[in-house]
């Protein structure tokens, strides 16, 4: 299970942030902090992009100047969630032609909608990219 989504940039601003556990303010607040600056950003780019923090696993990439972090547990498949973000990356860049981080700043709304569409209550839900650009499109023309 996906316990959180964190879209964050280098200097550790958040730009998206998912939580599918109850967590308080104040300990979201602390994860995001703990997740960018003390395992991610710090982290030597020749290490496999998986980390123990706590008693799960944080799953990050980065693409340009984002890193997108899942925290799963510990027992979860890797390569995965790995291949999930990328996903999510592919079907972001297929929106919004060509991303960029504006684009999820000012189109945060919609970031969530398609962030909906490929996860449900932390778990995968779609997985086809045609069919969550299909259902994106449904919901654009509704607008």
């Known amino acids: 299970m996906i316990r959180f989504i964190l879209l964050q940039n280098r200097q550790g601003k958040t730009r998206l942030a998912k939580y599918y556990v109850p967590l308080e303010d104040s300990e979201k607040h602390k994860v995001e902090y703990e997740v960018v600056h003390r395992l991610v950003v710090n982290r030597d780019p020749k290490h496999t992009n998986f980390v123990e923090f706590r008693t799960?696993?944080?799953?990050?990439?980065?693409?340009?100047?984002?890193?997108?972090?899942?925290?799963?547990?510990?027992?979860?498949?890797?390569?995965?969630?790995?291949?999930?973000?990328?996903?999510?990356?592919?079907?972001?860049?297929?929106?919004?032609?060509?991303?960029?981080?504006?684009?999820?700043?000012f189109n945060f709304h919609k970031v969530y909608l398609i962030l909906d569409e490929f996860i449900l209550a932390g778990e995968l839900q779609e997985t086809s990219k045609r069919a969550i650009i299909e259902r994106m499109g449904e919901l654009e023309k509704l607008e």
Request: net charge negative.
């Open 56 to 105: 799960h696993k944080v799953i990050y990439r980065r693409y340009a100047g984002l890193f997108f972090s899942l925290c799963v547990d510990i027992t979860d498949n890797e390569l995965a969630y790995l291949e999930c973000i990328h996903l999510f990356v592919e079907i972001l860049d297929h929106f919004f032609s060509n991303v960029c981080e504006l684009d999820l700043v």
